[in-house]
């Protein structure tokens, strides 16, 4: 196999210091850039729906959740690990856009809940099949069993890393 930008690192760390085990580079190196790479694919695909990676993830929160009543903001930004101003921020811009509409709570006078927009769920479940598409697009140079293998060993790392 010909060699990529981490074993050229490995390989100068070797010849500057022989006794410096970079080995864990050869795992953690390669999730950096692919990572790097990943999310730079995904914002052009998403950029073409007018869509950040945060914007993309509240549309399709609100799709997944499918709750016709509405969402509560505080309730979308600890599902994900935000603050509720930054989850402010984006619902002002997806409401400026006409991809969702907040609505007084009934059973909250000062709060709020959020919902789609015919137009919001038009866009999010284009975008989601966009980025499907692209998640088996860059997926492609490997095997399904490889894939099944990196999935697995990643979901440990996850899981011992991952706040319960």
């Known amino acids: 196999m010909e060699s990529d930008s981490v074993d050229r690192i490995i390989q100068a760390w070797r010849d500057r210091d022989p006794h410096l085990d970079s080995s864990s580079l050869e795992v953690t190196g390669r999730l950096l850039l692919c990572a790097g790479y990943y999310e730079r694919t995904v914002g052009t695909v998403l950029q073409r729906f007018g869509l950040s990676i945060a914007d993309f993830d509240v549309l399709n929160t609100l799709r997944r959740v499918g709750d016709q009543h509405g969402s509560k903001p505080s309730d979308m930004a600890r599902s994900s690990l935000i603050t509720t101003g930054a989850m402010t921020s984006r619902l002002d811009r997806l409401e400026r856009a006409g991809l969702i509409r907040r ?47 990196i999935a697995s060993a990643l979901k440990q790392l996850l899981l011992h890393h991952e706040p319960r």
Do not use: M
Request: no cysteine; charged share 20%.
């Open 103 to 149: 609505t007084p709570d009934p059973a909250d006078r000062r709060g709020v809940l959020v919902r789609l927009t015919p137009q919001g769920s038009k866009v999010a479940r284009q975008a989601l099949h966009e980025l499907i598409a692209t998640n088996q697009a860059f997926l492609e140079p490997l095997s399904g069993q490889q894939q099944d293998s």
